[in-house]
């Protein structure tokens, strides 16, 4: 018999058991995702998508109505500056330019009439003087000092002071019979030509480049504002065809307002805006480019009329550069040259009977200048000055009468040539005044009538 080991039996020892691994804390969810989460399930219900629906119906018919009025808010501004800023500054920049040539031709009609100058061509000298004064005030008080503008400003105001100086000096040496006159009256001629109508006209070509820069910006077509139209129309026409489908409702009120609301502003955008492209494109090839032709043939009319006096205040004393031939007599043919170029382009671009016929009357008047001119011109070769100086100066069948009729037809042409751009002009702002203000109410109003067309289908499920 096997006897067992005292100490009673042995049990076996259970394997000790691992501790329990310590759990790491559940990480919660982030709130984008408990929303994405919440959205999700909201979806898959009819009621939650067509809150989502009329939640986003609502911001397109707003956005569109945001983006449309900043568009033409932007195209707005640009045609009134069109209108009230960039051509009165052009027109303006013109004015100063041909007031300080009438200036020059005034100063030696007056030289050529001896001693005592006529009180009607002293008072047309200092009329032309102070309205360039005038101008240049005006225009640097609407002019950045930051742009090429105000240079060209500066530098008219600078050289003015020299010029009239120069033109005192000359009338007064010419009262006592000197000489030295002529001189100082050729002096101020030249410092005329070469500094001072330079400056102006490159003053207005910068007021004319501003002026095309606004126009184009007026003109540009609202392209997001069309898209962004185009959408909401299609995505609420979606919704009415969806609504049409599950209900068999052929209208929802509130959507069908909706609708109307952003086919008035879409419609609106696109009818208002060509309006005003069309009549601002209108004013800038019908009335500006003929006012820029008409302004550059009177300005060669004025500058041909004061070399015209210079060739008799000079008596040949200034040759051209290789010697053969009077300067001013050179210059005047070239100045008449293009003056005649330019009338042949104005008659051309005038659209009407109104804006060709004064256009007409100045060529017929050039021609009969230039004839009166080369009879003055042969008079003065055979030696008779008096003579010559009668036709140029007199007040019959003279040259200078001739002049006075070409200066006082280009004056008529750019009138209506003027009137013609600021009546386009202004239908052109016309056609986008209130549209910003329209749109922005109407993209309200049809939010508004989206959320209560959705909401009137949502409580179909309470």
Do not use: C
């Amino acid at each position: 018999m096997t006897q067992l080991p005292q100490g009673g039996p042995q049990t076996q020892r259970a394997p000790e058991q691992a501790p329990a691994p310590t759990g790491l804390p559940a990480q919660r969810p982030s709130s984008w995702a408990v929303q994405s989460r919440r959205l999700r399930a909201v979806a898959t219900t009819e009621p939650g998508r067509l809150q989502i629906i009329g939640a986003v119906l609502a911001l397109l018919v707003v956005a569109f109505g945001a983006v449309t009025a900043l568009e033409i808010s932007h195209r707005a501004s640009a045609a009134d500056d069109v209108v009230g800023r960039s051509q009165p500054l052009s027109a303006d920049a013109a004015d100063i330019y041909r007031s300080l040539a009438d200036a020059d031709t005034m100063a030696a009609s007056g030289f050529l009439a001896g001693a005592q100058e006529p009180k009607a061509v002293q008072d047309q000298y200092r009329k032309d003087i102070e309205e360039a004064a005038r101008l240049l005030v005006k225009a640097s008080a609407n002019t950045d000092s930051s742009t090429s503008s105000w240079q060209e400003i500066t530098t008219l105001n600078e050289l003015l002071p020299v010029y009239t100086g120069l033109i005192e000096r000359a009338r007064a040496n010419n009262r006592q019979g000197l000489p030295l006159g002529g001189a100082y009256l050729r002096y101020a001629n030249q410092k005329m030509a070469g500094e001072l109508l330079p400056a102006a006209e490159r003053l207005y070509a910068a007021e004319t480049g501003r002026l095309d820069r606004d126009a184009a910006d007026a003109r540009r077509w609202p392209f997001l504002s069309l898209a962004a139209g185009l959408v909401v129309l299609g995505a609420l026409v979606w919704m009415q065809r969806r609504n049409y489908r599950r209900t068999n409702r052929v209208f929802n009120h509130g959507l069908l307002v909706a609708t109307a609301a952003a086919s008035v502003v879409l419609l609106w955008l696109a009818v208002g805006h060509t309006v005003a492209r069309t009549e601002l494109r209108s004013a800038m090839t019908h009335g500006q480019e003929s006012l820029d032709v008409l302004n550059n043939a009177r300005i060669n009319s004025l500058k041909a009329r004061a070399n015209e006096n210079l060739t008799l205040v000079a008596r040949g004393a200034v040759l051209t550069a290789d010697g053969s031939a009077d300067q001013y007599e050179t210059d005047y043919t070239t100045g008449m040259k293009a003056l005649r170029e330019q009338l042949k382009k104005a008659e051309r671009l005038a659209d009407d009977e109104s804006g060709s016929a004064p256009v007409a009357k100045a060529a017929k008047s050039v021609t009969e200048w230039q004839d009166r001119h080369r009879k003055a011109r042969a008079t003065d070769d055979q030696g008779d000055y008096d003579g010559a100086l009668e036709q140029i100066i007199g007040a019959k069948d003279s040259t200078g009468q001739s002049f006075q009729q070409v200066d006082t037809a280009l004056r008529t042409a750019l009138a209506h040539e003027q009137g013609e751009f600021t009546a386009a002009a202004e239908d052109g702002r016309g056609a986008l005044r209130g549209l910003p203000t329209g749109a922005a109410a109407l993209a309200v109003l049809g939010a508004v009538a989206a959320i209560l067309g959705i909401n009137r289908r949502l409580s179909e499920y309470r």
